[in-house]
């Protein structure tokens, strides 16, 4: 009789550990309700904006541009290798293209045309459109053969851009308000100009002037790590 208590004291405090292990390691296991927070928008992203990469972003450099610019033709090939390299399509970068200062009227109505082609077509044939339309910085007069080849080209309506930039329409008024606008709180008189912001509109670099796709990829070394 005094071996069968031993016994059952032995296998109750067995027992026992036993449900104690188990209810600690289902408690160890058990999966957590907690709430993933989304990703933060970056608030400094306008409409107009004509955005390359991941709109989520923790970095944003911003190119203030003129289409007539001699500067802004040389920057641009170094803007397209940072657009395809491991900083953007790894979606840590995002590249945005605003207009202004404008050299001339005819600045102004091309940087116009391509907001035009960006409100009918998206952003990647407004793009494609300002890639086109730097390369003919030297041309005086808008539009001219070279240009208008450009539009056929890229299967762009000319009769639908030239209602979309009416002299009294309200997409020219709010356009030109809004370059106004960006030229007088930047205090930007050169092209190109960029700003390097953060998700938060932090900004952690700026400056005027050609940027070499080495430079660009240096800043964004330092910042990403």
Known sequence: MKYINHFLIVFSGLLIAFLIIYKDSRENFKIKDTEIPSPKKAFFIEEYDIIIGNKDANFFLIEYIDLQCPSCKEFHPH????IASRY????EVAVVIRH???IDSLSTEKALTAECVRKHYGNNKSLSFIDQIILVVEEAQYPTKRIEKIFNDLGINLEK???CKSITGDVRIEF???TEDIIRSLQIRKTPYI???DNNGTELYSASGVHTF???ASLFF???K
């Open 195 to 197: 700003q390097i912001l």
């Open 100 to 102: 202004g200062p404008h």
């Open 214 to 216: 080495e430079e660009l």
């Open 88 to 91: 953007v399509t790894s979606g």
């Open 176 to 178: 030109e308000q809004k």
């Open 79 to 82: 803007l397209h290798s940072l």
């Open 222 to 224: 330092q910042l990403i």
């Open 161 to 163: 851009i030239k209602q």
